[in-house]
């Protein structure tokens, strides 16, 4: 049977949830995979909530604790098929998730990535997402500028693509899926598929998002990392916009908690891009 899509799942201590996030996807519609989890050097067990499943499409690899980006990119670095999609060890998919994805990239095929829309659940309820977090497809390079709109568990794109690309950025602790969007989006359209295929699980404690608070800051490096390949003046001009925004937001915040090297420093960017302007 030939394999059309890598699957990649990478985790780090969560013995409690990678069994759902595998099980959901050995349960899919769509058989022609395989699967690669990903432990990024564990110590609670992980693997072995994985061991009595015999699905030969299933590898399981582990690795020194590098980060979710090492992981992920590991993980493409042993995928044998063309198309490659993610899914984080607490989400789960729906069963006809790949095989609904797959379809509609034959019905598509100028386009190289898609992702699906999501069912958020935070502690145990299901909740509704923000207007501004509503997917969008097509050209969504300056709607992501603000935060990211495509999520890594509802993604299914070209191998190829993603190596062209560099892969995630191994350098930062969270938003490392932001930064790859936008160096993507900045050249490439997305896909949708309008119809909740993910169930994303929120509100547990070693979520990255929870443990870095200050997503902006990593924003802000991501912005400035893209900024010098931009030749668009109009694009560069909205990119310094939001990069002053946040600038300002951080540097207000630091001031209040008293943190007055790191005002300092945001506080002189803000000023900087404000006079790019």
Not at 184 to 202: D, F, K, M, P, Q
Not at 240 to 265: A, F, H, M, P, Y
Request: one cysteine or more; charged letters at 25%.
């Amino acid at each position: 049977m030939e394999t059309k899509i890598s699957v990649i799942i990478p985790t780090f201590n969560r013995a409690s949830m990678v069994r759902r996030a595998v099980d959901s996807v050995l349960k899919q519609t769509f058989a022609d995979f395989e699967l690669i989890v990903v432990d990024d050097g564990s110590r609670d067990g992980s693997l072995e909530q994985l061991t009595n499943l015999p699905d030969p499409r299933l590898r399981c690899v582990r690795q020194e604790h590098q980060g979710v980006s090492a992981a992920r990119n590991h993980g493409v670095h042993l995928a044998q098929a063309d198309w490659i999609a993610f899914l984080d060890s607490d989400d789960a998919w729906h069963p006809k998730k790949l095989e609904k994805q797959w379809q509609f990239h034959q019905a598509h095929p100028e386009l190289l990535i898609s992702q699906t829309e999501d069912i958020w659940i935070r502690n145990g309820k299901r909740v509704n997402p923000h207007k501004k977090h509503a997917k969008k497809s097509g050209r969504i390079f300056v709607e992501s500028l603000e935060l990211c709109l495509i999520s890594p568990s509802a993604v299914m794109m070209n191998k190829t693509l993603f190596e062209s690309l560099g892969g995630f950025c191994e350098d930062l602790p969270a938003c490392e899926d932001y930064d790859l969007w936008l160096r993507l989006t900045l050249n490439h359209a997305v896909g949708l598929i309008s119809e909740g295929l993910v169930t994303r699980y929120a509100g547990h404690a070693d979520q990255l998002s929870e443990q870095c608070k200050v997503l902006d800051r990593y924003r802000i490096k991501a912005l400035e990392k893209i900024l010098p390949s931009v030749n668009d003046l109009a694009l560069q001009a909205k990119i310094r916009e939001i990069l002053g925004d946040k600038c300002t937001i951080i540097s207000k915040g630091s001031l209040k908690r008293g943190r007055l090297l790191q005002w300092l420093q945001y506080y002189q960017k803000s000023k900087h891009y404000a006079s790019r302007l």
